[in-house]
């Protein structure tokens, strides 16, 4: 046990020399398991204290073979490998495009000639062009915002009970 001792003091002497020696090339997993292995070599075999350090530099050497082998076994792909893994989201085709342009026109167009001129620019302001609240309509149109909510409600209930148009949602819906 005295050998055991006597290595643990002189590694813990030359420590951060040693760690100093290595600097930028210092691999820590192969430094701690070389002082692992030359601790139970100090006990198995007669080493002379005097050989400590250049025994040390050895199992380092070793050590660290085995580590940047490990480390090569293992793939570290960067960033672009997983992007290029990704599923690509499926875009609609120009067929299903053309199909939800031609049923928004066709809606557009029912409103306009079934309703008030002021209710389907509400309802195309509210639901297809800008997406404005009923605060803004309701400033825009002079007209109170429960108004506009309650025909543009109308209106979309119409649409909705439309056998036509649902049908044709039903094939286009994205």
């Not at 660290?64 to 989201?89: A, G, R, V």
């Not at 008030?116 to 803004?136: G, I, V, W």
């Not at 400033?139 to 915002?145: E, P, Q, R, V």
Request: proline share 3%; glycine share 2%; aromatic share 16%.
């Amino acid at each position: 046990m005295k050998r055991n001792s006597l290595f643990d003091n002189w590694f813990v002497y030359n420590y951060q020399r040693l760690r100093n020696i290595f600097g930028r090339y210092l691999h820590e997993d192969a430094f701690h398991d070389a002082y692992l292995v030359m601790k139970r070599e100090v006990v198995i075999s007669e080493i002379p204290v005097e050989s400590f350090e250049p025994y040390f530099f050895g199992v380092y050497k070793k050590c660290k073979l085995k580590c940047i082998h490990k480390d090569s076994c293992y793939c570290f792909p960067d960033n672009e490998h997983f992007f290029l893994l990704m599923q690509e989201e499926e875009t609609p085709s120009v067929e299903v495009l053309a199909a939800s342009d031609k049923l928004v026109y066709d809606i557009l167009l029912f409103v306009k000639k079934k309703y008030p001129q002021t209710d389907y620019e509400l309802f195309r302001l509210k639901e297809y062009e800008a997406k404005c609240s009923y605060r803004h309509l309701s400033a825009y149109a002079g007209i109170s915002a429960s108004a506009i909510h309650r025909r543009i409600s109308d209106i979309a209930d119409t649409i909705r009970n439309h056998e036509g148009f649902s049908k044709r949602y039903a094939h286009v819906s994205m």
